[in-house]
Antibody, heavy 124, light 106 residues
Framework: QVKLVESGGGVIQPGRSLRLSCEAS????????MHWVRQTPGKGLEWVAVTWSDGSNAEYGDSVKGRFTISRDNSNNTVHLQMNNLREEDTAMYYC?????????????????WGQGILVTVSS | VLTQSPATLSLSPGERVTLSCRAS??????LAWYQQKPGQAPRLLIY???KRATGIPARFSGSGSGTDFTLTISSLEPEDFAVYYC??????????FGGGTKVEIK
């Protein structure tokens, strides 16, 4: 079955960098766009980024643009989120999610399924 | 901006539930609904306003277009008590979510 497993989270000081990974299995990874979404108790769900199935393009949410980079390794069925210059407001549970569609490289932007999430805490 | 109402609903099993999601501008039919239970990731229920995702029971249905959307659960099952979020893809980036509606046991 489809499985997404996030890793790389933890406690990190403001201004530092962290790299999240999401290992996928149970489907043809190179046919699907992949997203990162984060969730905090105060701000709810916030979409972070998407990468096209072939890695040719990516889009970002406004609050992370210029600091975060999404990338993928289709040979290892993994998507990454490189987070630089972290701020306390980046503290959240981070989920990777598969895009619903695979008919084209352009994502449908419906997210299904989601991984179990990984916690990132930015604190001095 | 997506606005969900009410913030909380207190209901009993077997009741019919109607959740609302209102967009600040027309988003055609580009809306999805997700369910999230405590300690779990969200799960896609409905996309394109009315299409059920794979494996979603028929008691879940979605309707609406433009700015007003509804998720209906025809008869609440015990496992349906959760938080429900709407999400739009009409104007992106970014994809955006509503603030959620919690359906709790009365």
């Amino acid at each position: 079955q489809v499985k997404l497993v996030e890793s790389g989270g933890g406690v990190i000081q403001p201004g530092r960098s962290l790299r999240l990974s999401c290992e996928a299995s149970g489907f043809s990874f190179n046919r699907y766009g992949m997203h990162w979404v984060r969730q905090t108790p105060g701000k709810g769900l916030e979409w972070v980024a998407v990468t096209w199935s072939d890695g040719s393009n990516a889009e970002y949410g406004d609050s992370v643009k210029g600091r975060f980079t999404i990338s993928r390794d289709n040979s290892n069925n993994t998507v990454h989120l490189q987070m630089n210059n972290l701020r306390e407001e980046d503290t959240a549970m981070y989920y990777c999610a598969r895009d619903l569609g695979h008919a084209s490289t352009w994502p449908t932007n419906w997210l299904d399924p989601w991984g179990q999430g990984i916690l990132v805490t930015v604190s001095s | 901006v997506l606005t969900q109402s009410p913030a909380t609903l207190s209901l009993s099993p077997g009741e019919r539930v109607t959740l609302s999601c209102r967009a600040s501008q027309s988003i055609n039919h580009y809306l999805a609904w997700y369910q999230q239970k405590p300690g779990q990731a969200p799960r896609l229920l409905i996309y394109d306003a009315s299409k059920r995702a794979t494996g979603i029971p028929a008691r879940f249905s979605g309707s609406g277009s433009g700015t007003d959307f509804t998720l209906t659960i025809s008869s609440l099952e015990p496992e349906d008590f959760a938080v429900y979020y709407c999400q739009q893809r009409a104007t992106w980036p970014p994809l955006t979510f509503g603030g959620g509606t919690k359906v709790e046991i009365k």
